[in-house]
């Protein structure tokens, strides 16, 4: 069986090609780093070590890579394989449709109607369908017809945390014993290959929202009020018992909306957020804060981590406190090295912190969230290390 991966870089390497590859596939990584698809293409193995007391390391095989930008090889993997996955960020979907759109035109023009699992594991609600809206347009209509019929895009959840790093081998890749990723098992077609390790299941929806909301809510909520209190890492943000605890406290306000909403086990799911939050403090993992709360403009967006939970908690009429503290304490995230930062900040500026929330977040005017940020954002302003570690 082979898989063919777009990404060769941590999530890439680290998970996604780690449990491909313990599943006897075949893995050809498509990446844009010539050292690292070099050395893949060398070597067909890398090592990944797990952040624990042992250190454990375990060697990847069956591996090599080509360049995105060699269409007709990549259109010809395309062809040829079994599963697609990708890794590259959901803002980065666009860039790879058309490859991919090149390869399913020339496995439809071969008659290749072997089924065809198209796989986007990125922090994203519905990654897959965003794909796939990406890549018809390529597409003429007969060869669209064909792919109906031949080629699915599962959607999937998908949860490790794999901070940046380096090492002297430049393809070794260290990420934490956790992992979870989740498939909608109704989308699968007639002879897929079930991967080891994969959770499939016939509604996605409360396990992709279970995730975004807690864990990927709480990560950036450490690192926004971190990066206010002056903290360097996450480690450093979840020893301070103060900001843990305001961190807990968005995980269950965001549970509370869960729960509410898909009729998680109120008790299991205490057992999650206290999952999550050691994950966060593993003592073997150093994330840096401004690492994690980069790119601010799409995590304060409408159907993102912190206004969309906010806003179906708002409907359930669920106090939600610290989560709109979170939002004001993402708002004041004004680092230099981070682009969209430094576009947040001008936007605010120029056209003012109301009209943000409206059109950027998209909460209108009249909404009571919306009142909540602005106060939230005063009070963090005025003070911001006093307010956030108190």
């Known amino acids: 069986m082979k898989a063919v991966h777009f990404g060769a870089g941590n999530i890439g390497r680290g998970f996604i090609g780690h449990m491909l590859s313990a599943s006897d596939y075949d893995v050809c990584f498509v990446a844009r780093n010539p050292k690292k698809i070099?050395?893949?293409?060398?070597?067909?193995?890398?090592?990944i070590t797990l952040a624990n007391k042992q250190q454990d390391t375990t060697i990847v095989n069956n591996v090599t890579a080509i360049n995105v930008n060699e269409q007709r090889r990549v259109a010809e993997e395309i062809a040829s394989a079994d599963l697609i996955t990708t890794a590259v960020g959901v803002s980065a979907l666009g860039d790879i449709a058309e490859p991919i759109a090149k390869g399913i035109y020339l496995r439809m023009k071969a008659n290749n109607y072997n089924p065809l699992h198209i796989i986007a594991c990125e922090n994203a609600i519905g990654g897959s369908t965003r794909l796939k809206k990406r890549i018809y347009p390529f597409l003429d209509e007969r060869t669209r017809a064909k792919a109906e019929r031949y080629i699915s895009f599962p959607n999937a959840a998908v949860d490790r945390i794999v901070p940046a790093q380096n090492h002297e081998d430049p393809l070794q890749v260290t990420v934490e014993p956790f992992y979870e990723w989740v498939v909608h098992r109704p989308a699968l077609l007639d002879g897929f290959k079930e991967i080891h390790g994969v959770h499939y299941v016939d509604s996605l929806e409360p396990y992709i929202e279970r995730k975004m909301f807690t864990v990927n809510t709480g990560h950036c909520v450490a690192a926004y009020l971190g990066?206010?209190?002056?903290?360097r890492t996450i480690r450093q943000v979840m020893s301070n018992s103060t900001l843990r605890a305001k961190v807990r406290h968005v995980m269950e306000e965001t549970g509370a909306m869960l729960i509410r909403k898909h009729g998680f086990d109120t008790e299991k799911h205490q057992k999650y957020i206290d999952t999550i939050?050691?994950?966060?403090?593993n003592p073997n993992l150093t994330d840096q804060v401004t690492r994690v709360a980069?790119?601010?403009?799409?995590?304060?967006?409408?159907?993102d981590r912190l206004v969309r939970p906010a806003m179906q908690a708002s409907e359930f009429g669920i106090a939600i406190p610290h989560l709109t503290s979170a939002m004001a304490a993402a708002m004041l995230f004004d680092d230099k090295r981070d682009e969209e930062a430094m576009k947040m900040q001008h936007i605010i500026r120029e056209n003012g912190l109301s009209s943000f929330i409206h059109d950027r977040m998209g909460i209108p005017e009249e909404h009571p969230v919306h009142q909540q940020v602005l106060t939230r954002y005063e009070e963090l302003q005025r003070s911001k290390i006093n307010a956030v570690l108190t």
Do not use: C, D, T
């Open 38 to 47: 070099s050395m893949l293409q060398q070597r067909q193995e890398y090592p």
């Open 277 to 281: 939050l050691e994950r966060f403090a």
């Open 294 to 303: 980069r790119s601010p403009l799409r995590k304060l967006s409408p159907h």
């Open 227 to 231: 990066y206010l209190a002056g903290f």
